[in-house]
């Protein structure tokens, strides 16, 4: 019997001024204790349809030359090593190149045809090889190492595994999944801080203006009420019933406290609101200004962070904040609020007020230096007005169910927790595709193609494969094109009163089972009309081979995805606990989720949505003739009325 746990966080780590490198794999037992266990010998590499020993040698004579650096600190990864300073390898980096048999999961292919699996040293020599060599067509070589890893151990963020007893270190092989539905009792604290302005009236900023109070709430997942609360102020505070106050003299030392209980009560998650845009930042520049060690996550390396752009059709472009924070997956619940919900006003005030029936005790900004210089009393004050902020923080994630959501979302696309926080659609989908296509009890047979970014004649910059996917141009095969695809099919209403009971329904599953039926897949497009292979053309002129003769890996996917659903569903009905039921809930809910993002949302280069709605829309005017037909007293409608097809 080995050693089970959940999984919290996995990351790449490298030995110092080297590139030497394992996975540590963060996670909980049942029992609630912490585990963390390196991973060595993982396998890294990537697929092509060609590889001779040219291409070895130049991979191996680059790597020894040495080439620009791409770490954090130029500009680059934050997760790669700096070769300007790391000791390199004399051996080669190319470990092993075999021969397989496959196809690509981009258009149909009759048979399976050669390729090379090709294993490097390094995780990042996948993606300069395939900058490198740019006459290769490439399949996977575009996986970070942990979903490399995850993949080929059948791993799945918030699920559990199995490594060998009281093993701290262990190889690659030695990692199993281990099948169960259970959650730890996960450890969850949120937070909030005050800033003193030194200038009164202006925006507080992290060079100059210090921070006064930081107010922290604990609990355990499933849990409804918090097991302890703290605040840590500056200067003597009046006492707080139910609440730990720890009093400092100066900002370092209660900087320093704050990340010692971080540490001591062993955290999963770290929470607040607008976190990510302000105070998680502001506390680390603090710390960094102040020369305060934020070394409190699970592997006590510290913690930093970094900003970028992100754009997405859905919510146009903003900022992007991620951490390197092993082991602690950090949440703001104004993101996650306003990705999910449509409100007026996103101030914390209001959602709390919209979704908790509560309305915060308001303290004007002007105010917090007065109050800090004061007295004891009013510190108090302020205190109380700042840990309430972290009171309404937990009571949201547990009204809205953000943690039961995400975990869900994880386990069943099959990434690690903070990547469905931080992480757009295409990416998800991409993943879950890619797990599917590389079963781990039987040969793998379909590669998905490594994709390159592209920048459109409009500027927007986009993932498309780096040869042709049978389309005529990228422009029109890109996300965002003017050539776009029709809409929704809307029937005007026949406005009155109607006494007779007016009759609803709704498709279960409509693009998913459009999908299904027509077998549309990126793996069954074909260029044309075949006079050897029975095929289905689309209203818009698209040719997919029928199902009848094979069947796709995106319609594969969505049949099991919807069974899932099913059944749990069923036993979200069958279920009597309260919290039991609520979990099922969110897993058909994420479920739901995957299989409508499918549509559309995998590879720009192939729209599916524009292969899609036009086979909607008959299926939609023979609803409506056999609803107009039933009203006229006519023979009721066939299964072939309702389910017409293409041609």
Known sequence: MGKKFQIIDIKLKYGRNTCHNFLTIFGRDAEGEQVKVNVHDVDYYFYANEWGESYTDKLNECWNKGWKCTCKGHGGYSSNPCLNVMKRDDDDVVLDVSTVMGKSFIGFEDSLRLMYKVKVKYPFLMRKAFWMFKDIEFYEADLDAVTRFMVDRDLVGMGWCEVPDNA????????????????????????????????????????????IQISAVLGVYGNTDPIEKHVFVIDTCDPIENTVVHSHEYERDLLGDFFNYIQNVDVDFIAGYNSDSFDLPYILDRAGMLGVPATFSKSEDTVGYRRSQTSSNQRGTSERVTYDMDGIVPLDVLTVVRNEKKLRSYKLDDVAEKFLGEKKNDMSYLLIPKKQRESSATRCELARYCLQDSVLVFKLLDKLKIQINCIEMARVIGIVIYEVITRGQTHKIRRKIIQEVTPFDSVKEIFVPTCRRIETEDGQVTHVPFYDLLTTDIAAATAGSDKGYQGATVVAPKKGFYSDPVAVFDFASLYPSIMQNWNLSHDTLLPGPREDIPYQKTPNGFYFVDKSYYKGAVVTILTKLLAARRRAKKQMNEETDPFDKELYNCKQQALKIVCNTMYGKWDPSLPLPSRIDPSRRPTLACILQSHNRSNTHDEPPTSSDIVPPLS
């Open 168 to 211: 701290t270190e262990c190889r690659a092989d030695q990692v199993h999944a281990f099948d169960t539905n259970g959650n730890t009792p996960l450890r969850t604290l949120s937070f909030d801080i005050e800033v003193m302005a030194l200038n009164i009236g202006e925006f507080p900023v992290s060079e100059k203006d210090p921070i």
